[in-house]
């Protein structure tokens, strides 16, 4: 079964609203997760990496007032896509490590479709 | 330069073929190296980790030269189900960088 448990699957919206992705590690505690975004045909870039209990990491060109990350949890990440625009239709994926030291591996979300008219 | 770059692609082949895919990482200090594979709108999905000593896994191989900053993966006798795209995936630092994939399409 799953072991990160990412929603919704899809979202269609309209420009200037705010979508937000929840990202859920099921089963075990996640103190690390990463966020990335994939356009058609293109690679999964990473986004930001969020850490439980403190502020995420933006990676360079990415707009940390736009993409707003919260991990409140050990077992919940969320990403807000605030005002959202048709630029911002992508497929957004969460991750999170699992395991002890030197044995993690790494599990991904299912991914949401974000579609904005 | 990319940091993770592989072939264009798509590769079309029949079943029973065997096909490789290539890849090239940037930064020399990368420390771990995976192939994953991914279905249209779909999460990657971890193929194998790749080891310098080379590594198989049933009709799978993966290889790594470090001094050539070049990683392999070979399919043998392609089935239907492998149609998919296939990413090279670099770690460096704690994080994850993927090439942009090569998308396998085997044809009955």
């Known amino acids: 079964g799953a072991v990160v448990s990412q929603h919704p699957s899809w979202v269609i919206c309209k420009s200037g609203t705010s979508v937000k992705i929840e990202c859920r590690s099921l089963?075990?505690?996640?103190?690390?997760m990463f966020w990335y975004r994939q356009f058609p045909k293109q690679s999964l870039m990473l986004m930001a990496t969020s850490n439980e209990g403190s502020k995420a990491t933006y990676e360079q060109g990415v707009e940390k007032d736009k993409f707003l990350i919260n991990h409140a949890s050990l077992t919940l990440s969320t990403l807000t896509v605030t005002s959202a625009h048709p630029e911002d239709s992508s497929f957004y994926i969460c991750?999170?490590?699992?395991?002890?030291?030197?044995?993690?591996?790494?599990?991904f979300g299912s991914g949401t479709q974000l579609s904005v008219l | 330069r990319k940091e993770v770059e592989q072939d264009p692609g798509p590769f079309n082949v029949p079943e029973g073929a065997t096909v490789a895919f290539n890849c090239t990482y940037s930064n020399s200090a990368s420390q771990s190296f995976f192939w994953y594979r991914q279905d249209c709108r779909k999460e990657p999905k971890l193929l194998m980790s790749?080891?310098?000593s080379g590594n198989e896994d049933g009709r799978f191989t993966a290889q790594l030269n470090r001094a050539s900053q070049y990683i392999s993966l070979l399919i043998r006798d392609s089935k239907l189900s492998d149609s998919a795209t296939y990413l090279c995936?670099?770690?460096?630092?704690?994080?994850?960088?993927f090439g942009q994939g090569t998308e396998l399409s085997v044809k009955p």
């Open positions: 790749v080891y310098s």
């Open positions: 991750s999170a490590l699992r395991g002890r030291e030197g044995i993690k591996k790494l599990f």
């Open positions: 995936v670099v770690g460096l630092r704690g994080k994850l960088i």
């Open positions: 089963d075990f505690q996640a103190t690390t």
